[in-house]
């Protein structure tokens, strides 16, 4: 698979990345750890050298079970994880935490559960309202001068957030969620990005599986699937957003191609500095995903794409409204 590098810095990664969540966390019950391992390292010997995790995945399993996938190849891979939470007794309630002492505290555990000296980019998971952004990039500025940290990165962060963590510590990557059904980024994240030469790594650029074409209006989702609780994901919803899935379906047919590569060849041919990490529990899956690097977007074809989407109103939000809240700050 051919390379980008995330913004201005030097760190170069597949041209898709893998999102590892949903093998330990928020779409139904976690996937045999066996099973897990074998499709990271399935994803690795298909070009794959970008693998995202995080603590709160799980919490923590997802670490451990990407920590040893890849410890065969630990050189040859990035590995980003992520910071910024403590847990309730029961693991399940999730408390905003990035002070600093609680950074190197999660850092340590990282590093454990990955079986690394190092990580390759750390993200702040959410931004805290309750302690300067300063306070958090001068933290992880410190532990990259330490050499447990190579490249700092944030999550769903503002514009104005963004810039005064690049002021102090120079921000590599933003992961957020961007796809051909949720285009907010574009309006002052993505400018802002290419102005401070910081890449953009889009989860569920998918659209949480929508955009494969196989989520019906009669889908069902279980209570620990995180879609359940989606308002986009709301029986009403998916009907209503149907037929932009199914003019990416034409679209697709006529290339000979998946909707599913289009959507991640559209958001390859937006930027060089983009990498999505699409994520999966399935190896066919997964070999389609990552074969929609070598699809080829023409310009016809983006207008295509363009004509079908940009007047789309999509219905439903992304995020239910107490998770909305932690967003965009």
């Known amino acids: 698979m051919k390379k980008r ?7 170069e990664v597949s041209t898709l990345g893998l999102g590892c969540m949903g093998l330990s966390h928020g779409y139904g019950p976690a996937t045999d750890r066996r099973q897990a391992v074998a499709l990271i390292r399935a994803a690795a010997e298909r070009g794959v050298t970008f693998f995202d995790t995080a603590e709160v995945y799980g919490p923590y399993l997802n670490e451990e ?20 939470f403590t847990f309730g007794a029961d693991n399940k309630q999730q408390n905003l935490n990035s002070r600093p002492a609680h950074i190197r505290q999660a850092v340590e555990g990282s590093l454990k559960r990955l079986q690394t000296d190092v990580i390759d980019l750390l993200y702040q998971h959410r931004v805290d309202p309750e302690v300067p952004i300063e306070d958090v990039a001068g933290t992880v500025k410190d532990l990259i001068a330490e050499g447990k940290v190579k490249h700092f990165g ?39 990005l290419e102005e401070l030469g910081i890449g953009l790594v889009p989860f569920s650029p998918l659209g949480k599986g929508f955009l494969t074409g196989t989520i019906k ?46 959507a991640l060849a559209w958001l390859l041919a937006q930027k060089p500095w983009i990498v999505p990490i699409p994520g999966t529990t399935k190896l066919h899956r997964l070999y389609e995903n990552v074969t929609a690097a070598d699809v080829d977007l023409s310009t016809s074809d983006l207008g295509k794409i363009a004509a079908a989407f940009d007047a789309a109103q999509v219905q439903g939000d992304r995020y239910p409204a107490a998770l909305q809240a932690r967003v965009g700050r």
């Open 154 to 192: 944030l999550s769903e962060a503002g514009a104005q957030t963004i810039r005064r963590a690049h002021a102090v510590q120079a921000v590599t990557a933003l992961q957020s969620e961007y796809s051909l059904w949720w285009r907010e980024p574009e309006a002052e994240i993505i400018p802002t």
């Open 217 to 262: 209006e009669d889908a069902s989702f279980g209570s620990d699937d995180f879609r359940s609780v989606v308002p986009r994901f709301s029986t009403d919803a998916i009907r209503a957003n149907q037929a932009l899935v199914a003019q990416l379906g034409v679209i697709a047919k006529d290339k000979g191609v998946t909707p599913a590569q289009i």
């Open 65 to 84: 079970v990407v920590g040893e996938a890849l410890a065969p190849i630990r050189n040859q891979v990035v590995i980003a994880t992520k910071f910024g």
């Open 5 to 11: 590098t995330l913004g201005a810095s030097n760190l």
